[in-house]
Structure formats: C-alpha cells, structure tokens
C-alpha cells in the first residue's frame, strides 16, 4: 500500500503545516532559453499573490541565476522587416536568429542556477524544514526529453542537445502509444539533465509524510507521472511519500508553449490556463470564471486540470499522476468483460467524478457527439479532419515551395550584382552594409519577384492559422478519447488489480483534489 497518500487527512487537519513553493525553469543555454519562460514564473508569482500566498516561501532557481550575463531569448519587434539586415537574411541567408535578441532574465526573487547541483543543495534543504504535512508545491517550466521504452535496450550514451520546441518536435513520435515512459528528462541551465529517476530520488529525500505537488510543463512531461513510483520506476510499485502531479501533455508527445514572443496575449500553454482557473484571472489580467464542477463553492487542482484540458488551444494532451498509475495497473484488452472507449458512454460516465464528466460531455457537445459509442465517433471525427488537414497541408506546401522560388530568385540576382554578399563574413559584405545599403535594399524591394514574396507570405499566414485549426481540433478529440480509455481503466481497475493498488488510485484522485489555497496561516518564514 502507498502509505504516504494516507496522510493527506492529517495535512488538512493540521494546525501547524505550511506550504513551500519551489520553482525550476529556463533552458539549456541562452538560445533555447525563450522568454515565454520567464513570463510563465512572472505569473506564477503574480497567481501566488493573487491567492493570498504571496508570503509564503518560494524558491525559484532559473536559467544561470542572478549572473549578469545575457541568458534569455526574446523577439525584437522594433525591427524593421526591410531593414537591410532582414532583408539579405530572409532573401540571401541564413536567416536563423535575425528576428531574436538576448537580455539577462530578470526574476525578482531568483535563488539560484537551474542546474543538478543546486536543486539536489535546495530540496535537501528543504528536507531539513519541512515539518509533518507541510506541502511541497513544484513547477518546472522549461525543456524537456524523453527516453527510450523500458521493453527497449537502453541506448548508447546520448550526446546531450540544445533543445528547443522545434528541436523536440524533430525527435520520433511512435505510432501508437506504449505504456508510459519510465525515465524522460528535464533540460536544466549549461546543458545538464535530470530524468524521471533522478528527480524522484531527491524528492525521496523529503519527510514521507510531506505532500508534493508537481506541475510540469515541458515537452514530455507525462513521463513525470512515475514520480508516485518508487525509484521513478512502475515497476518498483507506488512510492511512499505522497505526490502526485499535472503535466502538459503525455509522455511521448511535445508540449506547446516555449516563444521568444513578448505578447503574452498570444501564449498558449498548459500552466497558463491552470493557474487561471485557480485564480480567476488571466495573465495578461482579464476576468474567468473559475471552474467548480462539484459546485461545492472552490476550485480544486483537479478541476484547474479539466478546464486546461476543456479550454487549451494548444497541441497538448494534458495528463495527471492517476493516469499514470491506470495505465500501468489497468487495461482494457486482454480479458472478457472489461469495458473501452467503445463501451456505452452512459456506462463509462455513471461513476465519473464532476470533473470527469464535465470533460467528456463538453469535448462531445463541441463536436456535437451524442452516440452510445462515443469513442467510434471520435474516431470517426478525427479522420475526417484528419483528411481535411491533410488538403490543408499540401496547399501549405506548394506556397511554400513558391516562396523559396521566389526568394531564389532575387538572391540569384543580388549576388550576380555583388557577388561576396552570399557570404555574410565577407569583408566586402560589411563594406556595402555601411557603404551600399540604400543601392542593395532598393535591389531587393525593386526586384519583380519581391511582391510576389509579401503576397505568399500573407497566404501562408491564413493557410497555416487554417492548417493549426484542424490540428487543434484533432488534439481535443484525442484528449476526449484519452479521457474515455481513462474513465474505462478506472472501472477495469477492481478487475485487473487487487484491492491495494484500488485504494491507492482513490487515495491519489484525492491528492489530485486538492485546493491550492486553501492552506494554514502559518507562513515558512524566509531567512
């Protein structure tokens, strides 16, 4: 039996415990470290104020700490789009980095580096004070990784990459999902990385009467749902301490979010719409209504999770620890009787929590599904947009295709002009960026094929906003089919497991529903 979770009693009957609050973000290095990321900790700390909780203790380890030197990427919007410089890196090349500038991140608050030392230094600190039932509240926004099935041979020793949103998108999905992976990682500051393992063993290090709550937000991050098992491992079987966790998206996928844009109206990311919803307040400070499913007059973690997973314009499918721990304990093949998203709705639904059913009855009504087979029809409605994406898709490639012809053609026709100009480390290039500009941008802006590259641009921008409509559509199909297997391997569960590991997902579910602010008065006090 998971004993931890039974203590989750004691912690809200008792007097004396206090929340600590302990926040690790940023990237690798300067370049993939966006600055999306320093905003997401911004609202974090402005949620945390929000919700009265301000004064407790919060911990933030970020980027290289409080060093001066530039570690944060952003988008310069005061550049010009003909300016001579953009103009010769969209047009002659490379073009990679033009649009971006670097700063040093500026985080009030900021303990430290987010690097393996000094987060192994701050949670055995923590270990040192943490009192019984005092809450652990961890947010990790920044890269992440994934590693290979545990049914795999372990790969050889991987050279460590600088990861970014595109850069993780690059690596592998699988067909169809495995149970989940054991040991995906975290990319922390200089290049370091901790997996599921690592992280789980110096969270170990924390009273075992202690709660923790992890909300995870990078590429990957479901993975993290093995931090309920001993050693980060399904199977080594639950864990003492009491954790459990919401993560951005399951473990085999990339999660949305990481942006050098500075418009913050414009992220769209999972811990954006959970701490609205816990707060009532957007981050850019616009009013929502905070969910209450229950009715019960609060907003619980678990209920911050199913708005994210209702409202998210974004590609992820949002997961949480008890997800983790059905589809390892449960299945819905293998035996007579055990229902699936094939089974009726109105059976997956009679012992849904609010949450649960608030989801799935909203995912459907949004697509206007009302069958028995629910999950048939999600099927059936994903392929269809599925092949409409697909039309979408090849017209997005054949403009694009155009494009680079006709950027090709005006490079052919600078550089017949001014041959060394291909080479942007030519002394001849720096003498007509300050000698020639004016002659070298009319050039360009007067070349018959310059038009036709604006007019493309345009059309690529609204086939692409076409294009992600129907993948955005896709993804909340497949979250509601992610929330029907889910509904189904919870019922499967007094089947497939014995009456322990039962008693452990309801001691979990119940860790998931807590309410955040909701805390003692005591306050950990800062030294």
């Not at 002009?417 to 480390?425: D, L």
Request: glycine share 6%; aromatic share 6%; hydrophobic share 35%.
């Amino acid at each position: 039996m998971c004993v931890g979770l039974g203590l989750l009693a004691l912690h809200a009957a008792s007097a004396q415990a206090a929340d600590h609050f302990f926040t690790v973000g940023g990237g690798p290095v300067a370049k993939s470290s966006q600055i999306s990321l320093e905003n997401n900790v911004l609202y974090f700390q402005r949620s945390l104020a929000r919700l009265g909780l301000d004064q407790l203790e919060h911990q933030i380890l970020f980027d290289d700490g409080d060093n001066p030197q530039a570690d944060l990427q952003y988008e310069d919007v005061t550049r010009d789009d003909e300016d001579i410089r953009t103009l010769l890196a969209e047009i002659v090349g490379p073009s990679n980095g033009i649009q971006f500038n670097y700063r040093s991140s500026s985080i009030p608050g900021v303990s430290g580096a987010a690097e393996p030392e000094v987060i192994a230094k701050s949670l055995a600190d923590l270990s040192q004070r943490l009192s019984a039932d005092d809450r652990l509240v961890f947010y990790f926004t920044g890269h992440g990784g994934r590693s290979k099935p545990t049914k795999e041979k372990p790969a050889e020793t991987e050279k460590k990459s600088e990861p970014t949103e595109k850069g993780d998108a690059k690596e592998e999905e699988p067909k169809k999902r495995a149970k989940p992976l054991v040991n995906n990682r975290t990319h922390l500051w200089n290049s370091h990385e901790m997996t599921v393992t690592e992280w789980t063993e110096k969270l170990d290090e924390l009273p075992v009467d202690a709660p923790v709550i992890a909300v995870m937000v990078q590429c990957y991050s479901g993975g993290f749902g093995n931090l309920i098992f001993k050693g980060g491992d399904p199977e080594n079987g639950l864990a003492d301490h009491p954790r459990c966790g919401f993560f951005s998206t399951v473990p085999d996928r990339v999660a949305a979010g990481c942006t050098p844009n500075i418009q913050q109206a414009e992220y769209r990311e999972y811990s954006s719409y959970f701490w609205e919803a816990l707060t009532g307040e957007t981050r850019t400070g616009q009013s929502v209504t905070r969910p209450d499913f229950d009715q019960d007059g609060r907003s619980s973690l678990l209920e911050a999770h199913a708005y994210t997973v209702l409202n998210a314009d974004t590609i992820d499918i949002p997961t949480r620890t008890s997800d983790a721990l059905l589809r390892h304990y449960s299945a819905t093949t293998g035996r007579d009787g055990l229902l699936s998203i094939h089974s009726p709705v109105d059976v997956l639904l009679m012992s849904a929590s609010p949450s649960e059913r608030a989801v799935i009855e909203g995912l459907s009504q949004r697509f206007e599904l009302v069958g028995a087979d629910r999950g048939k029809e999600v099927e059936a409605a994903m392929k269809r947009i599925s092949e409409e994406k697909k039309g979408a898709d090849g017209d997005l490639r054949e403009k694009k295709k155009e494009l680079g012809t006709a950027k090709s053609e005006i490079s052919k026709a600078i550089q017949h002009r001014w041959p060394a100009i291909g080479s942007p480390w030519h002394p001849e290039t720096a003498r007509l960026l300050t000698e020639e500009a004016d002659a070298v941008k009319q050039a360009i802006l007067e070349n018959e094929n310059y038009a036709k590259v604006k007019e493309l641009n345009g059309a690529i921008e609204e086939l692409d906003a076409k294009r992600e409509q129907h993948e955005l559509d896709v993804v909340k199909l497949e979250r509601l089919k992610y929330w029907l297997e889910t509904r189904a391997l919870a019922i499967n569960l007094a089947v497939t497991a014995d009456a322990t590991v039962w008693e452990d997902y309801v001691r979990l579910v119940k860790l998931e529903s807590q309410y955040l602010a909701e805390t003692p008065p005591a306050v950990a006090k800062k030294s």
